[in-house]
């Protein structure tokens, strides 16, 4: 029984059982989520979704932290909040700039629901230890060995229902992400088998998340909120709220509810066996993952067209064609975005920043840039043309300019697929970038320190105390 497998496996995992290359995933995935949490904070999502809340009185102490907001340790309660709130704020906050991880086979963004979720439970538990004789904190590697029980749920589950699942308009990350949530946090708090079956089941019922949000804030409030009703699941299991010990499975359960096709159970079987994690990607560019080849080749082609003495500009260029998967088109086909989250699904705004900046930052990914005059009347010589042979890490892009010279570029592997990952230092430059802007350089690099150390430390929840 699927549901029954999954929770055996995650209650059974140890620390032992990972692998040097899963446990050396799971900490680029955690660390990778960390400064996509600060750096989204500068978004108005994160912070509506933390405002509005205190505003109403809602909440209880102050026990976790809003990570791109602390200025201080919590001694004054500054930048913490109960651990409902914080996951909540710091799942939006890590995808809402569509710069998080991406398991390529199911286009899961996996760290964000889970280490949000792990992380505030976490640092609620450290609260609730201290002075308790026997108790001891969550170290490093109970960590990661929860996080790596939640993230190899979901993307075993997603997997199993996988494209169906997705076609039909649900998003993935967050339909899942719960489950994979409630398996992590009940792996952290030591739930038997039985009482991770409910939670799964009651994370299972509360599944969120659809594509026609993509482009708005609610996108990363699917995030959010299924970071709260993975832990909330667990929360209400161990205190003896029941549910269905057959969730998943059943005839009217999440498999067959979400999607017409499902094989959990050859999926759960290899779990422990085949690790997901190592298929992660991180992204190199904030935007929907199947543009990352067209902006991938419209850089080089900016650099390429610069080192020939060439101007880039409306009047320079008399055409941009792609020849691209259909995928693009069908998840990021708008053509005429008015805001930063809308331009992110955008391939147009896409090839247009990508050949005029040369570069795709979060900056590139604002209202105003969006907005910019150059900018639309560069998107609006963008061609699209799709075919089922090119693959989703592929794309040909090419410029006509204006005296009738061509230069074309055919990206085989974009830069952070699997064929063409992202190196340690270009991880490092990544999180610098976003964690600087939001907190300072010195508290940037203090911040990376701890969270790629994460593994050996002996008190997680004490991680923040650190930066």
């Given amino acids: 029984m699927a549901t029954f497998a999954l929770a055996s496996w995650a209650t059974n995992l140890t620390y032992a059982d990972l692998t040097a290359p899963v446990v050396d995933a799971a900490v680029k995935s955690i660390y990778n989520w960390a400064g996509c949490a600060i750096g989204g904070f500068a978004q108005d999502a994160p912070q509506i979704a933390l405002n509005t809340p205190q505003v109403a009185g809602f909440g209880g102490p102050p026990t976790s932290s809003i990570l791109g907001l602390n200025t201080s340790t919590g001694d004054d309660g500054y930048g913490f909040a109960d651990a409902q709130l914080a996951a909540f704020v710091n799942g939006i906050a890590s995808h809402v700039d569509d710069y998080d ?15 949000s979720a792990l992380f505030a439970i976490t640092e609620a538990e450290s609260q609730a230890r201290k002075g308790k004789d026997q108790a001891k904190p969550v170290s490093g590697p109970e960590f990661l060995t929860a996080f790596v029980a939640g993230v190899e749920a979901e993307l075993k589950l997603g997997l199993s229902v996988f494209p169906e699942h997705y076609d039909v308009g649900w998003h993935i990350t967050s339909t899942t992400g719960s489950i994979g949530a ?8 030591g739930l038997d088998t039985e009482h991770l079956q409910h939670a799964i089941g009651i994370a299972s019922t509360q599944v969120i998340g659809m594509q026609a949000f993509f482009g708005s804030m609610t996108k990363s409030f699917h995030v959010g909120r299924a970071t709260q009703s993975g832990l909330l699941a667990v929360l209400l299991a161990q205190n003896g709220y029941t549910s269905s010990l057959t969730a998943l499975e059943d005839t009217f359960g999440w498999l067959h509810v979400v999607s017409t096709r499902q094989n959990a159970s050859a999926e759960f079987a290899e779990l422990g066996k085949t690790w997901e994690i190592q298929s992660n990607t991180f992204k190199p560019f904030p935007c929907g993952i199947v543009m990352h080849p067209t902006i991938d080749g419209a850089i080089q082609l900016h650099n390429q067209t610069l080192s020939e003495g060439k101007s880039i500009s409306t009047e ?14 069908v998840l990021t086909g708008q053509t005429d975005p008015q805001t930063g989250l809308a331009g992110k699904f955008s391939i147009y705004h896409a090839a247009a920043v990508g050949l005029l900046y040369g570069e795709a930052t979060p900056a590139q990914f604002t209202d105003q840039v969006v907005q910019n005059e150059t900018v639309v009347s560069m998107r609006k010589l963008v061609n699209v043309t799709t075919d089922d042979t090119v693959a989703e890490d592929q794309a040909y892009v090419s410029i006509t300019f204006s ?17 063409n990952p992202l190196s340690v230092e270009e991880l490092r430059t990544k999180f610098m970038d976003q964690v600087s802007r939001q907190i300072g350089s010195e508290r940037a690099e203090r911040a990376y320190i701890a969270f790629t150390n994460i593994g050996n430390m002996t008190d997680v929840g004490r991680l923040r105390t650190l930066f």
């Avoid at 991880?101 to 280490?115: E, K, Q, R």
């Avoid at 409630?182 to 708090?189: D, F, P, R, W």
């Avoid at 320079?316 to 088109?329: A, Q």
């Fill in 403 to 419: 005296d009738g010279s061509t230069l074309e570029k055919f990206v085989e592997h974009a830069i952070g697929s699997l064929a």
């Fill in 182 to 189: 409630a398996v992590a946090v009940g792996k952290l708090l």
């Fill in 316 to 329: 320079s260029i008399k055409s941009i064609d792609l020849r691209v998967n259909p995928e693009v088109l």
């Fill in 101 to 115: 991880d991406t398991h390529l086979a199911t286009v899961i963004h996996p760290a964000g629901v889970v280490a």
